[in-house]
C-alpha cells in the first residue's frame, strides 16, 4: 500500500519573505495516527494547507493517497478540519454540514443519511436543530469533525481539533480519533498540545521554525528512553547509584532501560528492609520530553541567533 502522505523537502516562503517552511519531508502510512507537533508558528498549519491546496507551496514534491499533490480529484478522499475554523452563526448544526455536503457535490439523499449518521457519531445528534452560534467550542469542534468525515474520507486532515475543547471534550474527540482508526482511516492531527495525544498517537514529527527536528514511531522515538520506576515507603534506606527521590507518595526510584531485571534487586532490598512496595512500573519518555528533546535538538541545528539571545534580554 502507498503512503497516505508522502512529502520531499517542501518550502514555503510567505510575501514579505516569511519562511514558514524551510525543506520538510516525511511520511504518514496508511491506517495510522500521525500527530505533527510543534509550537505555534512552527508551520504545521501552513503544511495542511498545501496539502489542501488551500495555498501553494514555493517549492514541492511528493504524493497524497499515492496521487501528486494538487491532484484536485483526490481531496475527494480527503477530510480536513481547518485551524480555528468558524460555521456561520445563524446556521443550525444540520444546516452547516448541508451546505458543506453540497460544496462537496453529495447528492441531497446521501447528505441527509450520512449528516444524521455523522451527528450521532460525534454525539450530537440532539443539538442538530440548534444553531451553531449557541454551541461552545467543543460542540463546535464536533460538527466540524462531523463536516470533515461528512463523505466518508480515508485521509482525515484535523489542525489542532483540541484547541479550546475542556476537558471531556478532549476525551470525546480522541475516542472518536481512535474509533476512526479503526476504520482503517489515516489521520494527521496538528497540536501543540501534547498530553492528551500521547495515548493515540502512533507516529509523529516534530516540527520547529519549518523543519522536521525528529521523526518516527513513538515505538522508536523511545526505546532508549525506557524506565523502571520503583515507589515505596515505610523505610529509610541509602541508595548509591541509583536516582531516588522523596515525595508525597514516598520515594521514587527510577532505573533507566528496559530490563525488568533491573528492579529486582532493588525491590528485594526495600522489602528485606521492610519496607512497602507502592509501585513497580515501566515507563517510556513522554510526549512532552521527546517534544522538549525535539526543541534542543533544533536549537544545535539552528545555532544560538543573534535574535534569540536578544529576545532574552529584553
Ligand atoms: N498568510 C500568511 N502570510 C504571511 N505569513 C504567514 C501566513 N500564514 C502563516 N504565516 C507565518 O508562517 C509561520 C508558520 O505559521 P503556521 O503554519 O500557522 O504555524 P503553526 O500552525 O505551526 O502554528 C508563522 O511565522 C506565521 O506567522
Ligand atoms: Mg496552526
Given at each position: 500500500?502507498?503512503a497516505a502522505?508522502?512529502?520531499?523537502d517542501v518550502?514555503k516562503?510567505?510575501?514579505?519573505?516569511?519562511?514558514a517552511?524551510r525543506?520538510?519531508s516525511m511520511q504518514?502510512?496508511p491506517?495510522?495516527v500521525?500527530?505533527?507537533?510543534?509550537p505555534n508558528?512552527?508551520g504545521?498549519?501552513?503544511l495542511v494547507?498545501?496539502?489542501?491546496?488551500v495555498i501553494h507551496?514555493s517549492?514541492?514534491s511528493?504524493?497524497?493517497?499515492g496521487k501528486p499533490?494538487?491532484?484536485k480529484?483526490?481531496?475527494k478522499?480527503?477530510?480536513?478540519l481547518?485551524?480555528r475554523?468558524r460555521?456561520p452563526?445563524?446556521?443550525?448544526?444540520?444546516?452547516?454540514?448541508?451546505?458543506?455536503?453540497?460544496?462537496v457535490c453529495?447528492?441531497?439523499k446521501h447528505?441527509l443519511?450520512?449528516?444524521?449518521?455523522?451527528l450521532?457519531l460525534?454525539g450530537?445528534?440532539s443539538?442538530?436543530?440548534?444553531k451553531?452560534?449557541?454551541?461552545?467550542?467543543?460542540?463546535?469542534?464536533?460538527v466540524?469533525?462531523a463536516?470533515?468525515l461528512?463523505?466518508?474520507p480515508?485521509l482525515l486532515?484535523?489542525?489542532?481539533?483540541?484547541?479550546?475543547v475542556d476537558?471531556?471534550g478532549r476525551r470525546?474527540?480522541?475516542?472518536?480519533?481512535?474509533?476512526?482508526?479503526?476504520?482503517?482511516?489515516t489521520?494527521l492531527i496538528?497540536?501543540h498540545?501534547?498530553?492528551?495525544l500521547?495515548?493515540?498517537?502512533?507516529?509523529?514529527?516534530?516540527v520547529?521554525?519549518?523543519r522536521?527536528?525528529l521523526?518516527?514511531?513513538?515505538?522508536?522515538?523511545?526505546?532508549g528512553?525506557?524506565?523502571?520506576?520503583?515507589?515505596?515507603?515505610?523505610v529509610d534506606?541509602?541508595?548509591e547509584?541509583v536516582?531516588?527521590e522523596s515525595?508525597?507518595?514516598?520515594?521514587?526510584?527510577?532505573l533507566p532501560?528496559?530490563?525488568?531485571?533491573?528492579?529486582?534487586?532493588?525491590i528485594?532490598?526495600?522489602?528485606?528492609?521492610?519496607?512497602?512496595?507502592t509501585?513497580?512500573?515501566q515507563?517510556?519518555?513522554?510526549?512532552e520530553d521527546?517534544?522538549?528533546?525535539?526543541l534542543?535538538l533544533?536549537?544545535?541545528r539552528d545555532?544560538a541567533?543573534p535574535?534569540a539571545?536578544?529576545?532574552?534580554d529584553a
Amino acid at each position: 500500500m502507498p503512503a497516505a502522505i508522502q512529502i520531499n523537502d517542501v518550502h514555503k516562503t510567505f510575501r514579505r519573505g516569511v519562511k514558514a517552511l524551510r525543506g520538510v519531508s516525511m511520511q504518514v502510512d496508511p491506517g495510522q495516527v500521525f500527530c505533527l507537533l510543534g509550537p505555534n508558528g512552527a508551520g504545521k498549519s501552513t503544511l495542511v494547507k498545501i496539502l489542501m491546496t488551500v495555498i501553494h507551496a514555493s517549492k514541492i514534491s511528493g504524493t497524497v493517497l499515492g496521487k501528486p499533490i494538487g491532484h484536485k480529484p483526490t481531496l475527494k478522499r480527503v477530510g480536513y478540519l481547518p485551524e480555528r475554523h468558524r460555521f456561520p452563526k445563524y446556521m443550525t448544526a444540520e444546516q452547516a454540514l448541508h451546505f458543506y455536503g453540497g460544496l462537496v457535490c453529495m447528492r441531497r439523499k446521501h447528505r441527509l443519511l450520512r449528516i444524521q449518521q455523522m451527528l450521532d457519531l460525534v454525539g450530537m445528534s440532539s443539538w442538530r436543530k440548534h444553531k451553531v452560534g449557541t454551541f461552545s467550542k467543543g460542540m463546535q469542534q464536533r460538527v466540524g469533525l462531523a463536516q470533515a468525515l461528512l463523505h466518508d474520507p480515508e485521509l482525515l486532515l484535523l489542525d489542532e481539533p483540541t484547541d479550546g475543547v475542556d476537558p471531556v471534550g478532549r476525551r470525546a474527540i480522541r475516542d472518536l480519533i481512535l474509533h476512526l482508526r479503526s476504520e482503517g482511516r489515516t489521520i494527521l492531527i496538528n497540536s501543540h498540545i501534547l498530553a492528551e495525544l500521547e495515548s493515540i498517537c502512533d507516529q509523529l514529527a516534530v516540527v520547529v521554525k519549518g523543519r522536521v527536528s525528529l521523526e518516527g514511531t513513538v515505538e522508536d522515538l523511545t526505546r532508549g528512553e525506557r524506565r523502571w520506576i520503583v515507589q515505596y515507603r515505610n523505610v529509610d534506606l541509602e541508595w548509591e547509584d541509583v536516582a531516588a527521590e522523596s515525595g508525597p507518595a514516598g520515594v521514587r526510584i527510577t532505573l533507566p532501560g528496559e530490563d525488568a531485571g533491573l528492579a529486582q534487586p532493588i525491590i528485594d532490598r526495600i522489602r528485606a528492609a521492610g519496607g512497602t512496595i507502592t509501585k513497580v512500573s515501566q515507563e517510556r519518555e513522554s510526549l512532552e520530553d521527546l517534544f522538549m528533546r525535539a526543541l534542543e535538538l533544533a536549537e544545535d541545528r539552528d545555532g544560538a541567533t543573534p535574535g534569540a539571545a536578544q529576545g532574552r534580554d529584553a
